[in-house]
């Protein structure tokens, strides 16, 4: 089935690790889906921009842009971003709704002392000392979802109980082409 299931939060958060750990279970049973992260998206297709507003707002255009490309195929879209705007994920909803393609967003809302806890790109020690200018959560704002479809809390969770609460969700909402 067609459709984006948009991940977002915290550097450190879990975004990806349960997607990727949904993704085997997608995999595992025959459904056909794609991981678009943020970070390996920033290394290619968004290389140019940087982390003012505006070029965050462009880079969640251009992944939510890719991800309709890849929902179009028929592929469950799982995108991994930390999109701190409302805004930003407001207007990438809109344009999935344009196109007629179903938006899920996942507010993966892991609190602050435990991803610096995590940190595992020591990215947060960095932003800390100062290294990072504008880093989400530290000296960036994030501007949690007020009404995901998913509110997914990984403290206390493994990476598979989160990923199956995430599937349960998008088996009641009809979106799992079981081929």
Known sequence: MQATVWFTGLSGAGKTTVADTLHEVLE?????????????????????LGFSQEDRDENIRRVGEVAILFSRTGRLTLVTVISPFAEGRRQVRARHARAGIPFVEVYVATPLQVCEERDPKGLYARARRGELATFTGVSAPYEP????????????????????????????????DKG
């Open 28 to 48: 595992e049973r025959g459904i056909d889906s794609v991981r678009l992260d943020g970070d390996d998206l920033r290394e290619g297709l968004c290389v140019d």
């Open 145 to 176: 979802p007020a009404a995901p479809e998913l509110f997914l809390d990984t403290v206390g969770q493994s990476p598979a109980e989160s990923a199956g609460r995430v599937f349960a969700l998008l088996d009641s909402l009809e979106l799992l």
